[in-house]
């Protein structure tokens, strides 16, 4: 069975700096993007961020370019987030998902999804 484990969640202060980890496990999957979504309480889930299964291709949502950063390392079966000069509006539960043919900003499109990690950023 496919999973993907996101870790590296926490609490920062505001301007402070996370790096969030997703790992693909437990079977066999092709994938052409792996993303980041993020959902605060009460809201939408939210596209972040997503990378090619070769790293050329990657897209941002309009709040996080220029402040994060997503990247792979394919040997790993990983996928990481570089989340720099987060804000309090930055705080929510991210989700990292894969797919194999879709597109990439939209969350129904996405195979598989990892249960989360919790990021929360104080003013």
């Known amino acids: 069975q496919v999973q993907l484990v996101e870790s590296g969640g926490g609490l920062v202060q505001a301007g402070g700096s996370l790096r969030l980890s997703c790992a693909v496990s437990g079977g066999t999957f092709i994938w052409s993007f792996m993303g980041w979504f993020r959902q605060a309480p009460g809201k939408e889930r939210e596209f972040v961020a997503a990378?090619?299964?070769?790293?050329?291709?990657?897209y941002y949502g309009d709040s996080m370019e220029g402040r994060f950063t997503i990247s792979r390392d394919n040997a790993k079966n990983t996928i990481y987030l570089q989340m720099n000069s987060l804000k309090p509006e930055d705080t929510a539960v991210y989700y990292c998902g894969a797919y194999s043919s879709g597109t990439y900003y939209n969350f129904g499109t996405y195979d598989y999804w990892g249960q989360g990690t919790q990021v929360t950023v104080s003013s």
């Open positions: 990378i090619s299964w070769s790293g050329a291709t990657t």
